[in-house]
């Protein structure tokens, strides 16, 4: 009898501390990802702020910039949680592991705008030797594009070929 009280207590006991346990790690997942949002917020704020040294980056690609950097923030708090248990680092690992596969998502549709600005400027590039020239002025229609008016903004093709 006495040991089976004691084990009943025991069984108790253990069942206590696993929902002790479980309501901790939640309460950690849930700290954990509040502060990686405020992290993401602010990346992508600080982000917005800095210059871009490049006059082409686009929305999607300092997204996918700020993704990263956001992910790179979580690694270290992973870490530094793992040194507690090795499940608290669960979190923050399953954060950067998100916001990598964000800033994949992002990259590629970057590449995907890249892509599709590319065709179009060569598709203008071919139009443009495609179509002839809209004539600028009565000199021009005249002289077959070589002389241009006096008020005339296009030079003429042997001017230019120079």
């Given at each position: 009898?006495?040991?089976?009280?004691a084990?009943?207590?025991?069984?108790?006991?253990?069942?206590?501390?696993?929902?002790?346990?479980l309501?901790?790690?939640?309460?950690?997942?849930?700290?954990?990802?509040?502060?990686?949002?405020?992290?993401?917020?602010?990346?992508?704020?600080?982000?917005?702020?800095?210059?871009?040294?490049?006059?082409?980056?686009?929305?999607?690609?300092?997204t996918?910039?700020a993704?990263?950097?956001?992910?790179?923030?979580?690694?270290p708090?992973a870490?530094?949680?793992a040194?507690?248990?090795?499940?608290?680092?669960?979190?923050?690992?399953?954060?950067?592991?998100?916001?990598?596969?964000?800033?994949?998502?992002?990259r590629?549709?970057?590449?995907?705008?890249?892509?599709?600005?590319?065709?179009?400027?060569?598709?203008?590039a071919?139009?443009?030797?495609?179509?002839?020239?809209?004539?600028?002025?009565?000199?021009?229609?005249?002289?077959?594009?070589?002389?241009?008016?006096?008020?005339?903004?296009?030079?003429?093709?042997?001017?230019?070929?120079?």
């Amino acid at each position: 009898m006495i040991i089976a009280d004691a084990v009943d207590t025991l069984w108790t006991l253990a069942q206590a501390f696993a929902l002790w346990f479980l309501a901790l790690a939640a309460a950690a997942t849930l700290a954990l990802l509040t502060l990686a949002a405020g992290l993401w917020r602010l990346c992508r704020a600080v982000w917005r702020l800095v210059p871009s040294p490049e006059p082409s980056v686009t929305y999607a690609q300092r997204t996918a910039r700020a993704c990263k950097a956001t992910a790179v923030a979580l690694l270290p708090i992973a870490a530094y949680s793992a040194t507690y248990h090795p499940f608290y680092a669960v979190p923050g690992l399953v954060g950067a592991g998100f916001f990598l596969a964000v800033a994949a998502s992002y990259r590629r549709e970057d590449q995907r705008q890249r892509a599709r600005h590319e065709a179009a400027r060569r598709a203008a590039a071919v139009d443009a030797e495609l179509l002839p020239p809209v004539p600028c002025c009565p000199f021009w229609q005249h002289s077959d594009g070589e002389i241009h008016g006096p008020r005339c903004e296009r030079r003429p093709r042997s001017y230019a070929a120079n």
